[in-house]
T-cell receptor, first 109, second 113 residues
Framework: TQLLEQSPQFLSIQEGENLTVYCNSS?????LQWYRQEPGEGPVLLVT?????EVKKLKRLTFQFGDARKDSSLHITAAQPGDTGLYLC?????????FGSGTKLNVKP | NAGVTQTPKFQVLKTGQSMTLQCAQD?????MSWYRQDPGMGLRLIHY???????DQGEVPNGYNVSRSTTEDFPLRLLSAAPSQTSVYFC????????????FGPGTRLTVL
């Protein structure tokens, strides 16, 4: 059973389009992290959100933590081929991290 | 700094064989963990350690053992490999707080025949 559900599982879009990835759970987490993973490599952290309602921006990426600290979203504006990869959310519960199943994004030039 | 290193990168085992996946970090991180990644399942926590001499179970610990005799090393042992353990294994480390970035190794791709 996946504690964190991500949607969509797959996303194939054209360069320049906007997209949103969702990460939902029935559990409350002390923090939520978003990672990006390239094929054959380990995940790399994009952002950590801690406070309910928090919004963080990283260039064209906007991350939001739900008010109840159970869900999060990642919005990419004007996607580029370099954004292609597997996006993973991870919730922290004391000393344990729970990962979502991931969203595989393909941005076509 | 080498960061988090894992060996081997690839391994093929026969059912019933045992082996140890090695993980080392040179960042003096207290927290280390092992994950397995299967298609469509994201990463699932196998075991973790909050410091030398302290280990605990994650979501999917059965069939795996760990020990943490030093801050730097956190090996994962498969006692009797099964085809269900075919997966990509990642080791990660971080400072103890759950707010901090986890640094991942490059992974070990394990196939059990």
């Amino acid at each position: 059973t996946q504690l964190l559900e991500q949607s969509p599982q797959f996303l194939s879009i054209q360069e320049g389009e906007n997209l949103t990835v969702y990460c939902n759970s029935s559990s409350v987490f002390s923090s939520l992290q978003w990672y990006r993973q390239e094929p054959g490599e380990g995940p790399v952290l994009l952002v950590t959100v801690v406070t309910g309602g928090e919004v963080k921006k990283l260039k064209r990426l906007t991350f939001q933590f739900g008010d109840a600290r159970k869900d999060s979203s990642l919005h990419i504006t004007a996607a580029q081929p370099g954004d292609t990869g597997l996006y993973l959310c991870a919730g922290a519960d004391f000393n344990k991290f729970y990962f979502g199943s991931g969203t595989k994004l393909n941005v076509k030039p | 700094n080498a960061g988090v290193t894992q060996t081997p990168k690839f391994q093929v085992l026969k059912t019933g064989q045992s082996m140890t996946l090695q993980c080392a970090q040179d960042m003096n991180h207290e927290y280390m963990s092992w994950y397995r990644q299967d298609p469509g399942m994201g990463l699932r926590l196998i075991h973790y350690s909050v410091g030398a001499g302290i280990t605990d179970q994650g979501e999917v610990p059965n069939g795996y053992n760990v020990s943490r005799s030093t801050t730097e090393d956190f090996p994962l042992r498969l006692l009797s490999a099964a085809p269900s353990q075919t997966s990509v294994y990642f080791c990660a480390s971080t400072w103890r707080s759950s707010y901090n970035e986890q640094f991942f190794g490059p992974g070990t791709r394990l196939t059990v025949l």
